[in-house]
């Protein structure tokens, strides 16, 4: 693979990203601020500074100890990208399939499934994917430069 065509794939997995959210949580006269899953959320750190085994590694850490329902489906989403970036475009899918299977109308995952089917020549499933992202979130950015 090139360097533009390198540089392309981790800018599009990039902004296909799920960021895990940072909470303050607040007790009597004690505030903590911080992510409320270190692992998520530095995984999703390590992937967007293109780094794809670290991300991997924390965020598989964070799913584990996922709290509730969207921080594990934001986790499995930020594996298929992260194993996108790997180039392992079948267990990118493993993940984003387990994502939708949760959550049909995950958007940012049938992206990111959309993407790793282009980059393994299934194009009619690529289009159904994206078809069904733009409907769901039809301002994305994300899925317009997938599609491109």
Known sequence: MNKVTTQWL???????????PTVALAQASKTVLGPT??????GAEAL???????????????????ANARDRRTGLSNLCAGY???EQYNTALSYCDEVLAEHDAHW??????????LKLGRLEEAERDLDLAEAISPNSRTVKIVRS
């Open 108 to 117: 940012r995952a049938l992206s990111n499934r959309a993407l790793a089917y």
């Open 10 to 20: 981790t800018c599009l997995v990039v902004a296909c990203l799920c960021v895990a």
């Open 84 to 86: 996108i970036m790997l």
């Open 48 to 66: 967007l500074a293109g780094d794809g085994e670290e991300g991997v590694r924390l965020t598989l850490l964070g799913v584990k100890r996922a």
């Open 37 to 42: 899953n270190p692992d998520l959320y530095y």
